[in-house]
């Protein structure tokens, strides 16, 4: 089992930043891809970011929409992965959620993960 703990929501104005961090426990970190989801009122659940390990190197890809804005970084010897969100929108609005996959290599499909943490807001004023 994989246990991960959110951190690091909360209100921001408009073009302001916020830095997720997740912590994982359990099975070891460095052997399962790490990802960022998120969740709007009345939305489905979407990719943001993820983390897979390939040759001991953390290989990161984004969605088009926070490509160039969000930074997702991970630690294994903390088993720690960090969303770092700036420029900040409005329609970034959402409660995050940090993911596990069991896999090394999973698509940006919430239903290629197996465990999940329990969400943290962010809200964007404008």
């Known amino acids: 089992q994989v246990r991960l703990v959110e951190s690091g929501g909360g209100l921001v104005q408009a073009g302001g930043s916020l830095r997720l961090s997740c912590v994982a426990s359990g099975r070891i970190f460095s052997r399962y891809a790490m990802g960022w989801f998120r969740q709007a009122p009345g939305k489905e659940r979407e990719f943001v970011a993820h983390i897979r390990w390939s040759g001991g190197r953390g290989r990161t890809s984004y969605a088009d929409s926070v490509k160039g804005r969000f930074t997702i970084s991970g630690d294994n010897a903390k088993n720690t992965v960090t969303l770092q969100m700036t420029s900040l929108q409005p329609e970034d609005t959402a409660v995050y959620y940090c993911?596990?996959?069991?896999?090394?290599?999973?698509?940006?499909?919430?239903?290629?993960?197996?465990?999940w943490g329990q969400g943290t807001q962010v809200t964007v004023s404008s």
């Open positions: 993911a596990a996959a069991g896999s090394t290599w999973p698509g940006p499909f919430a239903r290629e993960y197996d465990y």
